[in-house]
């Protein structure tokens, strides 16, 4: 009875101590969930690091060479990725914003069906680059002041912030220029002109919502279509 008895112990705890690994393993697998909100983090940290880095170690306009063809080139814009401006500051934060709910719901769904892997990740970088500049746009104009050169901004001033809330200026700071020469003379209206690749200014959420456009277009073209339809 004692052999028997001792027998059954030994089974229900290695059969207690299975489940325990089983649920672990469970609880520790990457979901699409998961690597999504990892992205989302990574991005964001990444991104919000940089950008407080540049504010607050150099002043507008100063540049650091890496290498011939990338710069540390601290910027500022009032629009959209790259620099470029077309459209009012305030309807531009509102905008991102509806677009950040937006994708934000849309990658809630997905990551609860059976999507590929590779296309959650891509929603997640765009999502993850476009609330990176929401939150320039939205908190920056009040939590940093923004002096003249050759001076560095203060995080928190004592004195407020340069702007009102949803007016900030996104930081920039990403320059490669990669290769520059000159147009021939003799080429109408540009002749004489330099040519400069790649010339604008971008920071670490302009890069992941590229990234992200990018891959969908190349390797879920046709599977962002199907999901379409369906």
């Not at 892997?117 to 609330?131: E, H, K, S």
């Not at 003799?186 to 919502?209: H, K, L, M, T």
Request: hydrophobic share 50%.
């Amino acid at each position: 009875k004692h052999t028997e008895q001792a027998s059954n112990c030994l089974y229900r705890t290695s059969v207690i101590r299975i489940n325990n690994i089983t649920q672990f393993k469970k609880r520790m697998k990457l979901t699409n969930g998961k690597i999504a909100i990892l992205v989302i983090f990574l991005v964001l940290f990444i991104d919000q690091f940089t950008k407080i880095w540049v504010k607050t170690h150099m002043y507008l306009g100063q540049d650091i060479e890496i290498t011939k063809w990338f710069y540390i080139l601290f910027i500022e814009n009032n629009g959209m990725a790259f620099g470029i401006e077309i459209i009012s500051k305030l309807f531009l934060s509102l905008f991102r914003i509806a677009a950040v709910i937006f994708i934000g719901y849309y990658l809630y769904k997905i990551v609860h069906r059976p999507f590929k892997r590779g296309y959650v990740v891509c929603i997640a970088l765009i999502l993850a680059g476009a609330f990176g500049n929401i939150i320039d746009s939205v908190f920056y104009g009040v939590i940093f002041d923004n002096p003249a050169p050759p001076f560095v901004a203060t995080l928190f001033p004592e004195g407020g912030g340069y702007q009102s809330l949803f007016h900030g200026k996104v930081v920039d700071m990403l320059y490669f220029p990669l290769f520059r020469f000159y147009w021939p003379d003799w080429i109408p209206f540009i002749g004489g002109d330099s040519f400069e690749f790649f010339r604008p200014v971008f920071n670490i959420a302009d890069s992941a919502i590229t990234i992200g456009v990018i891959v969908l277009l190349l390797f879920y073209r046709k599977y962002l279509a199907s999901v379409s339809k369906n």
